[in-house]
């Protein structure tokens, strides 16, 4: 799947306050999710980013059968599209690729990679990952301390039928994951760039 932000870094370099708005999305926080959107002649890939926490209740590394378990049943929840975002039924949208993995720890756990009509692996999720006990029980939030968040990561495409139909995008995502509170997203169409605040109160996106 092609980096989506690429597109949107591409359509922004005009515009430097939208530039440190995005920066400042790229923090960590809880209850924020953070998406990209692209729509581009009837393709549309959106791109989100969610912090641990919001998805299944934790951010450390996932050692115990149980949080191994909360992990899996996440991606498996974000593998399928409808779970998360909903695209207007008449523009005729099909799914050609999706992949969901969760970034932990100081390094990347690649959980899952799966496209729509591949079979989902999703085994050996933290293998050969231990940390110190005593980074554990640190509790001076440094830097070390940082890295060790874990932010799962989705993306999508489509392809669709007819692009004008493509007004709205809703996301059930909030039904899914209860923690979630928020989504920062950022939309690029063939007319133009936003921004916007999609709310577990106001669960849609408008594109302009």
Same mark, same amino acid.
């Given at each position: 799947? *092609?980096?989506?932000?690429?597109a949107?870094?591409a359509?922004?370099?005009? /515009?430097?306050v939208?530039a +440190?708005?995005t ?10 999710? #953070?998406?990209?959107i692209?729509?581009?002649h009837g *393709?549309?890939?959106?791109n ?10 934790? !951010?450390?590394e996932? #050692? ?5 378990d909360?992990?899996?049943a996440?991606?498996r /929840?974000m593998?399928?599209p409808e779970?998360?975002?909903?695209l207007?039924?008449?523009a =005729?949208?099909?799914? /050609?690729?999706?992949?969901a993995?969760l970034? =932990?720890?100081? @390094? ?5 990679d ?5 079979d989902h ?5 933290a293998e =050969?990952d231990?940390?110190d006990? !005593?980074?554990h ?10 890295? @060790? ?12 039928e ?5 007004t709205?995008?809703?996301f ?8 979630? +509170? !928020?989504?920062?997203a +950022?939309?690029? /169409?063939? #007319? =133009?760039?936003g +921004?916007a ?8 996106l408008t594109?302009e």
């Amino acid at each position: 799947m *092609k980096p989506i932000h690429l597109a949107l870094a591409a359509s922004t370099l005009a /515009t430097p306050v939208f530039a +440190q708005d995005t920066r400042e999305m790229d923090a960590h926080v809880h209850g924020v999710s #953070t998406a990209e959107i692209a729509v581009e002649h009837g *393709k549309v890939e959106i791109n989100i980013h969610a912090p641990g926490m919001d998805i299944v209740g934790f !951010e450390y590394e996932a #050692t115990s059968a149980e949080d191994k378990d909360a992990v899996e049943a996440a991606i498996r /929840t974000m593998l399928m599209p409808e779970n998360v975002v909903a695209l207007p039924e008449a523009a =005729g949208c099909r799914l /050609t690729e999706v992949l969901a993995h969760l970034h =932990g720890g100081d @390094r990347d756990h690649d959980d899952s990679d799966a496209h729509m009509d591949g079979d989902h692996d999703h085994e050996d999720h933290a293998e =050969g990952d231990d940390h110190d006990h !005593e980074d554990h029980a640190a509790d001076d939030h440094d830097h070390s301390d940082e890295a @060790r968040h874990s932010e799962f990561h989705v993306s999508y495409a489509f392809a669709c039928e007819d692009e004008d139909a493509l007004t709205t995008i809703s996301f059930p995502f909030f039904t899914q994951f209860a923690n979630a +509170q !928020e989504i920062e997203a +950022q939309y690029v /169409t063939e #007319t =133009g760039a936003g +921004q916007a605040e999609i709310t577990r109160d106001e669960p849609e996106l408008t594109l302009e």
